[in-house]
């Protein structure tokens, strides 16, 4: 069974940082892609980045693009997004998925089967 794990979210205030874990422990983790989306209160949810754990290929919304970072240490089986210079627009719960081997549109739900519980990251103004 696969499970991801999200950890990290809280209350900071906006300019602040905060670094979400997801733990995939059960995973061939090096065969698989992984992504964070996010959603906001009434708002549909929306892909934030993903990587690629085979070539190491990353891609980030225009959002957060040069304020968040996608990244993965392979030996804890764990994908990190650092957020910096957080906005209150940056506001949701955010879940990261996983699909292995590729997939086509990385920022679509549909893309991936596994998901975590979701972290809530919360940006004061």
């Known amino acids: 069974e696969v499970q991801l794990v999200e950890s990290g979210g809280g209350l900071v205030q906006a300019g602040g940082s905060l670094r979400l874990s997801c733990a995939a422990p059960?995973?061939?983790?090096?065969?698989?892609?992984i992504a964070w989306f996010r959603q906001a209160p009434g708002k549909e949810r929306e892909g934030v980045s993903s990587?690629?754990?085979?070539?190491?290929?990353?891609h980030y919304a225009h959002s957060v693009a040069g304020r968040f970072t996608i990244s993965s240490d392979n030996v804890l089986k764990t994908v990190y997004l650092q957020m910096n210079s957080l906005k209150p627009e940056d506001t949701a719960v955010y879940y990261c998925?996983?699909?292995?081997?590729?997939?086509?549109?990385?920022?679509?739900?549909?893309?991936?089967?596994?998901w975590g519980q979701g972290t809530q990251v919360t940006v004061s103004s």
């Open positions: 990587i690629s754990l085979r070539d190491g290929r990353t």
């Open positions: 059960g995973l061939l983790f090096d065969e698989y892609v």
């Open positions: 998925a996983a699909e292995p081997v590729m997939v086509y549109q990385w920022n679509e739900e549909y893309e991936y089967d596994h």
